[in-house]
C-alpha cells in the first residue's frame, strides 16, 4: 500500500509498504481522510521525544472498517469511523500513563491508505461530518476540548483568550469556546485572520507581533479568565498585565518560545494556574463529539492534498498561512 513515510534521512517520501493485518482485537481501516498537525513537523526537525524511524506518519484519520480481527464484535464491519489518536492512555482522568503515545511514530500513523488499530481507537463518525472534517478533528479538538473544560473549568461568560488563531488547536478551540457560551478574544500575526475570527464570533483581537499586546488586550477585554495557549510569552509576567484574579492559563504547545519566565509574588497573590495539558482521554474523545454534533460544530479545513503531494501539505503548514486544517484526502 501506499504511504507517507518518514525515513532514515528524515524525509517524507511517499512510499510502498506492506498493508497491516488486523490482530487480535483490531480493526482494518481503508483511511479515507488523514490530517496534519504541527507535531510531524517537530518530528521532521528532529525536535520530539523518541523518534523512532521509518515510520509512517499521521494522528489523525477517518475511514470505513474493510477488516476484523479475532475477538472484534463482527458488527463494526463497513462502519465509518474516527479514530481516537491515543495509545494507553490508562483509566486516570487526570493524565495519562507514562506509556501514553500519540499515533504515528513510533507506532504506523494514518497517512497511509490502510491502518490497523484497536477496535477501542474507533468512534463511529457522525454522519454531519465530511470525510475531510472528520480527520481534521481529534488531536485539535480533543486537545482544546481538555484544555478548556477540563482544566480551564469554563463556563458562560468567561472570557477566554485563545492565541495564534491561526493554528488547528486553537480554530477548534473558538468554535467549542463559543458553543460552551465565552467570550472570547484572540492573538494572531495577521489582521486577516483576527478579522476571520471575529466573523465566526470571537468579540477582538490584537497582534502578538506588538510588543504592547498584553495592554492592548487588557483594553479591548477588560480582563481575561482562561488562556487556551500554544506559545505563552517568554516573559510570562506580561500576562499579568490582563489576567483576572483566579484565572488559568492552560497551555498545550510551545511554539513561540520553550521557556519562560515568572513573577512568584504576583502569581499566587492573584490567585492564578499555570496548567499544562497534551491531547485527552478516550472518554473525553467521545464526550466531545457528542457535544460537536449537538452543536452542529464542523472542524475549519483549510485545503485539500492528494497522498502523493504529502510533501507539499507540509510546505503548506511549513508556510503558517492557513486558517484551520490541512487534510489529506485519501480517496481522490
Ligand atoms: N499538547 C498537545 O496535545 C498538542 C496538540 C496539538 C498541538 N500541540 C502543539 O501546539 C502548537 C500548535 O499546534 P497546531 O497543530 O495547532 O499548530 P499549527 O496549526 O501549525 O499553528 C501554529 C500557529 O501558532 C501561532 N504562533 C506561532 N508563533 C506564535 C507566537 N509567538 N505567539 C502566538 N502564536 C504563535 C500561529 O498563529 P497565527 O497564524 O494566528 O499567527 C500559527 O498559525 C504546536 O507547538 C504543537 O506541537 C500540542
Not at 472570547?184 to 465566526?200: E, N
Not at 510588543?211 to 482562561?226: A, F, P, R, T
Not at 483549510?302 to 501539505?313: F, N, P, V
Request: aromatic share 8%.
Amino acid at each position: 500500500m501506499k504511504a507517507l513515510l518518514l525515513t532514515e534521512a528524515m524525509n517524507v517520501e511517499v512510499t510502498d509498504v506492506s498493508k497491516p493485518t488486523p490482530t487480535s482485537g483490531e480493526i482494518l481501516i481503508k483511511v479515507a481522510a488523514s490530517a496534519l498537525n504541527h507535531r510531524e513537523l517537530w518530528i521532521q526537525k528532529g525536535l520530539y521525544p523518541g523518534i523512532t524511524v521509518p515510520c509512517i506518519l499521521g494522528a489523525d484519520g477517518a475511514g470505513t472498517v474493510v477488516e476484523i480481527g479475532h475477538n472484534v464484535d463482527q458488527s463494526w464491519n463497513n462502519k465509518e469511523v474516527i479514530i481516537y489518536p491515543g495509545y494507553y492512555w490508562g483509566t486516570n482522568e487526570d493524565a495519562p500513563t507514562r506509556q501514553f503515545r500519540v499515533l504515528g511514530m513510533p507506532d504506523p500513523g494514518t497517512m497511509a491508505e490502510y491502518i490497523s488499530v484497536p477496535v477501542n481507537n474507533l468512534v463511529e463518525k457522525p454522519n454531519y461530518l465530511s470525510w475531510a472534517e472528520a480527520a481534521a478533528l481529534p488531536v485539535a479538538s480533543l486537545t482544546a476540548w481538555r484544555g478548556l473544560k477540563r482544566h480551564g473549568r469554563i463556563q458562560k461568560d468567561d472570557k477566554v483568550l485563545i492565541t495564534g488563531i491561526g493554528g488547528g488547536v486553537a480554530q477548534a478551540g473558538l468554535s467549542l469556546a463559543l458553543a460552551l457560551g465565552a467570550k472570547v478574544y484572540v492573538t494572531s500575526s495577521s489582521s486577516d485572520k483576527i478579522a476571520f475570527a471575529q466573523s465566526i464570533g470571537a468579540i477582538d483581537g490584537v497582534n502578538y507581533k506588538n510588543k504592547d499586546w498584553h495592554n492592548q488586550l487588557k483594553e479591548v477585554s477588560g480582563g481575561i479568565d482562561i488562556v487556551l495557549d500554544s506559545s505563552p510569552s517568554p516573559d510570562l509576567d506580561n500576562y499579568f498585565q490582563f489576567m483576572n484574579y483566579g484565572g488559568r492559563i492552560v497551555t498545550y504547545g510551545s511554539t513561540g518560545s520553550p521557556k519562560t519566565t515568572i513573577n512568584i509574588s504576583k502569581f499566587f497573590l492573584r490567585h492564578l494556574q499555570f496548567i499544562g495539558t497534551a491531547m485527552g482521554s478516550p472518554s473525553e474523545f467521545k464526550a466531545l463529539l457528542i457535544f460537536m454534533k449537538e452543536h452542529a460544530i464542523k472542524p475549519i479545513v483549510h485545503s485539500e492534498y492528494t497522498l502523493d503531494e504529502g510533501r507539499k501539505a507540509f510546505n503548506s503548514l511549513r508556510s503558517g498561512n492557513q486558517i484551520g486544517k490541512i487534510v489529506i484526502n485519501h480517496i481522490k
